[in-house]
């Protein structure tokens, strides 16, 4: 079996139609692959995850942002200098001891790439979006985020319009730290409820 043939082999249905799609694209001249390179590589190291770690970093640090955001996400993260769009309505929930927020798009896979960079593969999956929303304890199990029974757990659903921004608590042990260092604890997987910050002994110091 070729190398190719092996690569492919690993590849999901939609994954083989999207490099199917690319391919016809890129012989008749449609699409340029270095140009398709320089936007992934855009969203993954220049954009997400880390303008919304920024937003929700600077909202632990300053009370007065963290106020804007909750009130109008799109306004906060606006002010951070993104230029671009962020969504008709970009709407952050804060995660609190009582409560514990996650987002899903039940009909496609919309999503703030803007603010959160490319989304995981999971994100679109038929299974994660039927069960977040049927079973999102389970779900939030299968993550590695076991919650206390009285914790209320509320589903987000995403639309074309509308986005969310999940707003972790702080991780203990991290006063006094500056904007850069807490980014570091903030994943992508937190921001959309489906993970927690990491711990201070999670990075290097």
Request: contains cysteine; negative net charge.
């Amino acid at each position: 079996m070729s190398a190719d043939a092996h690569d492919h082999s690993e590849l999901s249905p939609i994954q083989l139609r999207v490099r199917a799609l690319e391919t016809i694209l890129t012989e008749k001249g449609y699409v340029d692959p270095a140009v398709l390179d320089l936007i992934v590589e855009r969203y993954q190291t220049k954009i997400g995850p880390h303008i919304g770690a920024r937003g929700v970093a600077r909202a632990w640090l300053d009370p007065e942002f963290k106020a804007v955001l909750l009130a109008d996400a799109t306004r906060a993260i606006t002010a951070l200098g993104v230029v671009s769009q962020v969504g008709d309505h970009l709407i952050a929930v804060e995660n609190t001891p009582g409560h514990h927020n996650m987002v899903v798009c039940t009909l496609c896979s919309c999503y703030p790439w803007d603010v959160l960079g490319l989304p995981p593969v999971w994100y679109k999956s038929a299974a994660y979006r039927s069960r977040a929303v049927s079973d999102p304890r389970g779900v939030l199990a299968d993550f590695g985020v076991i919650l206390p029974e009285a914790t209320q757990i509320r589903v987000w659903d995403s639309t074309a319009e509308t986005r969310f921004l999940v707003v972790p608590p702080r991780p203990a042990g991290t006063e006094g730290w500056p904007e850069e260092r807490l980014m570091r604890l903030i994943t992508r997987d937190c921001m959309i409820g489906t993970g927690l910050p990491l711990r201070p002994e999670e990075i290097s110091p």
